[in-house]
């Protein structure tokens, strides 16, 4: 697994028992996950820095 961390193996969780094969679809499904920022107070200067990693990303397909 080498993409973003699925929820329930972050630190926090860990804590509460999460481990590895605990969610095997999410586990599976997080190395092709895109997880975009979002929160009430983004600013436009935010939002366009957003947009322009967007347009410079080059998936591996």
């Known amino acids: 697994m ?3 961390l699925p929820l329930h ?4 969780a860990k804590q509460w028992g999460g481990k590895l094969g ?3 679809v999410t586990e599976d499904v997080s190395d092709r996950l895109l997880r975009l920022p ?3 107070s983004m600013t436009p200067e935010i939002q366009g820095q957003v947009i322009e990693a967007i347009r410079g990303f ?4």
Request: net charge negative; proline share 6%.
């Open 2 to 4: 080498s993409g973003l």
């Open 9 to 12: 193996l972050s630190e926090y």
């Open 22 to 24: 605990d969610c095997p």
């Open 38 to 40: 979002f929160f009430n």
């Open 58 to 61: 080059k998936a591996d397909v």
